[in-house]
């Protein structure tokens, strides 16, 4: 078995365990895989019974055809479905009518530490609240299907409602992290041509308030496309509006009808939802698009293997919905099997580590979703916080978003589930819209190990193969690929926004002639067959589990006037997993001062947006590169990790070696000297 760590811990490849509880769930792993093996050998009709589950409001013809795109794949062309009709309409005539769809709490806590705002939503006044805004959507500001519009939002009830709506008009919508900077929001309006932008005069995090007006007017400034802004007062603050563009969503809602009825736009299964942006090798953002039909199947069947979803369960996931595992398992997922899904407004360690698990006691959670960067953040503060709440009501426990580590999986499963709920490392990103990789307890549960991500669930034909596409024996490191479509994954007409020779080229043409879908994971496979993804395999970092890209961060530096060139590495960190740490050249006649070293921390956060300053930044006369001029970021990662260069005679076909040596003593110094 190779060596591999997750934050620094060797894996046990070899632990199982398993729960008695679920023992009428659970199965051996060789017949798992005997039903894994024969949902792919039957792959079209697999994913065809998944679909006929849901309400289509005209029938397919097909279950899957190529796009007009190479590698693009329509999901169930003819049919004509709408996700929002499928999350609120169909549970609305039925009986989830009353029962809580969302429950939302504000930050602001009272002085016994409570929260001073609770709003709870049944289907019935979910779907009412989305109907008065699609109404003021399509008569006050004229959208209408095939338009496109921006989110730049905080985490309170308005969002869901907003996606919601949105998707009811057929209007494409991308949702911007409010954690990103002016010019980042800038380039996601103009690369999908938004012409409206919904955000908040601010939001509160940690005690403060944060604006986001201000940050909306930076970006529409440099957008020629939007032509209206809707604004939720959340925080009270006094922003400013632009006459005639910018709306406050109550005054738009005054005209509203009390109820009315907006019908869902019958949209083609296979035509955008949305378009998330996320990060990539080189260059901007790529635009993933998601649709109706593939999407809401992938979700709704996910939601019932790995999540076991019941109608009695509460469920709460801890993340943003700025990114796709919000859109997918706090707001879409969640309401299609008509669960009561939970959101909240702040960050877990405040104003006391506890908050998460006050919540869980405060709604009898069942069902919990979360991050292992937020698992260690709550590890530091020991079991007390924990156990001061009665977390009895918990049966089930994911995590996504990084490699889980073994002893945060431990605590997950010891301390907060009481050895009584499954854990998992649910594996999947934002390209393929759901979970690919986990247990699934709601149907076919497996044994557990801790780290582990667990077999491919059944419709997914997941490998780790070597630079030839070929699969590696158990226990080396590989590529991580997925070797047939599936519903979910990047969508028609061109898989990236805008760009369909880039999304060919990306996912596609790593391994020549197989049509794999590449993820840009490294993994490996145990002699069980359990996949254990181990990193990226690209230049992209995964930071508290945001995925941002070492090109972004570089860019950001070099538009500073002082910076001739910059390289930006994954360094490693006990909590947030992976940080980034840059190595700046200056330009002549620049001083590296402690001052500049600020100054560039702070410049980059403002360029990029708050979640990705540098945590270290080293002053270097120069960059190691190969013969072409190529940055060796290898060389680069060694050092900024602490680790052995390893072999370094192969360096010499890439570059001259005294040169690289020179270089990489110099960037050995700046560390040591910082150290
Ligand atoms: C990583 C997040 C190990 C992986 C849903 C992937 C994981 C990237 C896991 C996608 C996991 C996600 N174990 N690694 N359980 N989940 N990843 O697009 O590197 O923000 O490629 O989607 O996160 O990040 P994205």
Redesign the pocket.
């Known amino acids: 078995m190779e060596e591999v760590t ?1 934050v620094g811990e060797a894996l046990p490849f070899g632990e199982r365990i398993t729960l008695s509880d679920w023992n009428h769930r659970n199965v051996s792993v060789r017949k798992y895989f005997e039903l894994h093996k024969d949902s792919i050998e039957n792959i079209q009709e697999f994913w065809a019974s998944k679909a006929r589950e849901l309400e289509w409001l005209s029938p397919w013809t097909k279950i899957s055809e190529p796009g007009a795109h190479p590698h693009v794949t329509r999901w169930f062309p003819g049919g004509r479905i709408n996700i929002s009709h499928l999350c609120l309409d169909r549970h609305v005539s039925g009986k989830r009518r009353n029962k809580l769809s969302l429950i939302w709490e504000g930050e602001p806590r009272d002085e016994k530490g409570g929260p001073m705002e609770v709003r709870k939503y049944t289907y019935y006044e979910l779907l009412t609240e989305v109907n008065r805004v699609a109404y003021a959507f399509r008569n006050e500001l004229g959208l209408k299907r095939g338009d496109k519009a921006a989110l730049y939002m905080p985490m309170i009830p308005e969002l869901p409602i907003f996606l919601l709506a949105l998707a009811r008009l057929g209007v494409v919508f991308t949702a911007v992290f409010s954690g990103f900077s002016a010019e980042n929001l800038a380039l996601r309006i103009k690369d999908l041509g938004a012409r409206t932008i919904l955000t908040a005069d601010g939001f509160y995090r940690r005690g403060k308030v944060i604006k986001l007006k201000e940050t909306v007017d930076g970006a529409v400034s440099l957008s020629a496309t939007v032509e209206s802004v809707v604004v939720v007062k959340r925080a009270g603050l006094d922003v400013h509006m632009t006459e005639g563009r910018d709306h406050w969503l109550h005054d738009l809602l005054e005209g509203a009808p009390s109820s009315p009825e907006i019908q869902p736009e019958p949209v083609e299964s296979d035509s955008p939802l949305y378009v998330l942006y ?1 990060s990539g090798t080189t260059g901007g953002p790529k635009g993933i698009i998601h649709d109706h039909g593939g999407y809401a199947t992938l979700l709704h069947t996910t939601m019932k293997e790995v999540f076991d979803m019941k109608d009695e369960d509460v469920y709460y996931c801890t993340a943003d919905i700025g ?3 919000g859109h ?1 398992y706090i707001v879409f997922g969640p309401l299609l099997v008509g669960a009561t899904t939970i959101m909240y407004e702040g960050t877990p360690d405040y104003p006391a580590p506890d908050t998460w698990w006050a919540i869980i006691e405060r709604y009898g959670v069942s069902i919990f979703y979360t991050t ?1 960067t937020g698992t260690r953040m709550l590890m530091k503060f020991g079991d007390d916080p924990v156990k001061k709440h009665d977390l009895s009501t918990l049966r089930l426990i994911h ?6 580590n073994p002893s945060a999986w431990r605590w997950l499963y010891d301390v907060v589930g009481q050895k009584r709920c499954p854990v ?9 819209g759901g979970i690919m ?2 247990y699934a307890p709601g149907t076919h549960f497996v044994p557990m190990k801790p780290g582990a ?1 667990g077999p491919p669930l059944p419709g997914i034909d997941a490998e780790v193969v070597n630079e030839a596409g070929e699969p590696v024996s158990p226990g080396t490191k590989g590529f ?1 690929v997925i070797k047939k479509p599936f519903p979910g994954m990047p969508s028609p007409p061109t898989g990236i926004w805008g760009d369909p020779e880039r999304y060919a080229k990306v996912y596609f043409e790593k391994f020549p002639g197989k049509n794999y879908f590449y ?3 490294y993994a490996v496979k145990d002699t069980d067959g359990y996949i ?5 395999a690209d230049e ?1 970092l ?1 930071v508290a ?3 941002i890209g070492t090109y972004e961060l570089e860019s950001a530096l070099v538009s500073h006037e002082s910076v001739a060139e910059a390289a930006v590495v994954a360094g490693p960190d006990a909590v947030k997993g992976e940080v980034p740490i840059a190595f700046v050249v200056l330009k002549q006649g620049r001083d590296p001062t402690p001052e500049l070293t600020l100054e560039l921390k702070k410049w980059t956060k403002s360029k990029f947006g708050s979640i990705a300053e540098p945590s270290q930044l080293f002053f270097v006369s120069r960059l190691p590169k190969t013969r072409s001029g190529k940055i060796m970021r290898r060389l680069i990662k060694a050092v900024a990790s602490g680790s052995p260069l390893g072999d370094v005679t192969t360096l010499e076909d890439e570059a001259a070696v005294d040169e690289v040596q020179n270089a990489y003593q110099d960037l050995k110094r700046a560390v040591e000297r910082i150290d």
């Open positions: 997750f996320t990114w796709v595992t997918s292992p995590s996504v978003g990084e490699p889980i998992g490392s649910t594996w999947w990103m934002t390209e393929t990789i986990s991500n991580l993820t840009g994971d254990w993804v181990a990193g990226r992209v995964k589990g945001h995925r």
